[in-house]
């Protein structure tokens, strides 16, 4: 069974740091592209950040500058280094990922989107 499994959430003071991961287990050769979301209690879930397997990089402005998103592609893992963090950047932060399960998915640009759970994230006082 195919799965992205967050990790790496907890409570942390404003201005202190966090570092998520999210790591797909089963079944996989390798992504496409993975993408970290959050959502914060009674708001829309937002997108955060983005990498492709070859390292291209995107973020939101809320967190540029502050967060920083890298891979592991033999571990076909995603990490988030969250800086400087702020009251506002409290919510549940889930990873996407366009999986590539096969050699054969790779080759011709097929994926499977899979979503994990989700890591919580508080940055209080």
């Known amino acids: 069974q195919v799965q992205l499994v967050e990790s790496g959430g907890g409570l942390v003071q404003p201005g202190g740091s966090l570092r998520l991961s999210c790591a797909a287990s089963?079944?996989?050769?390798?992504?496409?592209?993975m993408d970290w979301y959050r959502q914060a209690p009674g708001k829309q879930r937002e997108w955060v950040a983005s990498i492709t397997s070859r390292g291209a990089t995107n973020y939101a402005d809320a967190v540029k500058g502050r967060f920083t998103i890298s891979k592991d592609n033999a571990k076909i893992t995603t990490y988030l280094q969250m800086n400087n963090l702020k009251p506002e950047d409290t919510a549940n932060y889930l990873c996407?990922?366009?999986?590539?399960?096969?050699?054969?998915?790779?080759?011709?640009?097929?994926?499977?989107?899979?979503w994990g759970q989700g890591t919580l994230v508080t940055v209080s006082a």
């Open positions: 089963g079944l996989v050769f390798g992504f496409a592209r």
């Open positions: 996407n990922g366009k999986l590539h399960l096969t050699y054969a998915d790779y080759a011709n640009d097929r994926y499977r989107e899979q």
